[in-house]
T-cell receptor, first 112, second 113 residues
Framework: KQEVTQIPAALSVPEGENLVLNCSFTDSAIYNLQWFRQDPGKGLTSLLLIQSSQREQTSGRLNASLDKSSGRSTLYIAASQPGDSATYLCAVISGGYNKLIFGAGTRLAVHP | DAMVIQNPRYQVTQFGKPVTLSCSQTLNHNVMYWYQQKSSQAPKLLFHYYDKDFNNEADTPDNFQSRRPNTSFCFLDIRSPGLGDAAMYLC????????????FGPGTRLTVL
């Protein structure tokens, strides 16, 4: 049974820091891995999707990497800003059908 | 802009009183999903439609039903809401299947009194 874990559960950093959020999954047979952002009381915004054959994806200040064999992904945020404050969720699709399995998220606070 | 729309954004119901949540999409995607997210927890898939084919998760309670009358709309029916059903309900779509990005609506927050 696939399980997704995110570490740390919460993170508080000063503005301008580069930071790394970690995601691990127990079954390496995944179709893809997706990173989402969720603001309090809101839905999910897709940030990056990495197919199983890819190693990384970049969008602006965000870079996500995938190491399928070790069951790990990282989300790198460069030059963090207060507007980056949110919960970041990673999710994988595995098992042969369209089911996203989520981690519990990392709650990020970037203070001025 | 093409998007996933959920109505209402906030729904209050009484214990045991049936409630229906609505999702619509302008993306013309084949697949529509319903997730339940309880406070500070990960979203959990309840069921999904691939076109008209309904796929229920094994651990989704019988209290939860869904309808997809056409490509654009999907409904979540909770027949007899309990206090434990209070949660954020998220609708998502994807073009086809496993390789595609899932796009989420803003969610409906359900309160059960």
């Amino acid at each position: 049974k696939q399980e997704v874990t995110q570490i740390p559960a919460a993170l508080s950093v000063p503005e301008g820091e580069n930071l790394v959020l970690n995601c691990s999954f127990t079954d390496s047979a995944i179709y893809n891995l997706q990173w989402f952002r969720q603001d309090p009381g809101k839905g999910l915004t897709s940030l990056l999707l990495i197919q199983s054959s890819q190693r990384e994806q970049t969008s602006g200040r965000l870079n996500a990497s995938l190491d399928k064999s070790s069951g790990r992904s990282t989300l790198y945020i460069a030059a963090s800003q207060p507007g980056d404050s949110a919960t970041y969720l990673c999710a994988v699709i595995s098992g042969g059908y369209n089911k996203l399995i989520f981690g519990a998220g990392t709650r990020l606070a970037v203070h001025p | 802009d093409a998007m996933v729309i959920q109505n209402p954004r906030y729904q209050v119901t009484q214990f045991g009183k049936p409630v229906t949540l609505s999702c619509s999409q302008t993306l013309n995607h084949n697949v529509m999903y319903w997730y339940q997210q309880k406070s500070s927890q990960a979203p959990k898939l309840l069921f999904h439609y691939y076109d008209k084919d309904f796929n229920n998760e094994a651990d989704t309670p019988d209290n939860f039903q869904s309808r997809r009358p056409n490509t654009s709309f999907c409904f979540l029916d909770i027949r007899s809401p309990g206090l434990g059903d209070a949660a954020m309900y998220l609708c998502a779509t994807s073009k086809r299947g496993e390789a595609d990005t899932q796009y989420f609506g803003p969610g409906t927050r359900l309160t059960v009194l």
